[in-house]
């Protein structure tokens, strides 16, 4: 089991920043792949950004791209992701996920975290 949680969430003007954290237990850390998703209301959960088990490969959706990093420290047991620019679109329940081993684009990841709320306003 890899327990997950979330946090850096909160209510921000649209162009502002806002930096989550996902604290990973149970598991070793870096035999892990990790994730953001996220899920508006009314919508389909979708995927953010990834990042490979060492860091040095990141993928990120088309509507996030320039705007979002995800990052990670295998020390600390912890993945980020840092978002500048945000827009009112950005709203919405952000979840870190993990992958055994490889990283994958697709809802696919075997542990959730319980989300955090981001919410941009105009």
């Known amino acids: 089991q890899v327990q997950l949680v979330e946090s850096g969430g909160g209510l921000v003007q649209a162009g502002g920043s806002l930096r989550l954290s996902c604290a990973a237990s149970?598991?070793?850390?870096?035999?892990?792949?990790m994730g953001w998703f996220r899920q508006a209301p009314g919508k389909e959960r979708e995927f953010v950004a990834a990042i490979n088990r060492d860091g040095g490969i990141t993928y990120y959706a088309d509507s996030v791209k320039g705007r979002f990093t995800i990052s990670r420290d295998n020390a600390k047991n912890t993945v980020y992701l840092q978002m500048n620019s945000l827009k009112p679109e950005d709203t919405a329940v952000y979840y870190c996920?993990?992958?055994?081993?490889?990283?994958?684009?697709?809802?696919?990841?075997?542990?959730w975290g319980q989300g955090t709320q981001v919410t941009v306003s105009s």
């Open positions: 996920a993990a992958r055994f081993v490889v990283v994958s684009t697709q809802n696919d990841y075997n542990y």
């Open positions: 149970g598991r070793t850390f870096s035999n892990y792949a």
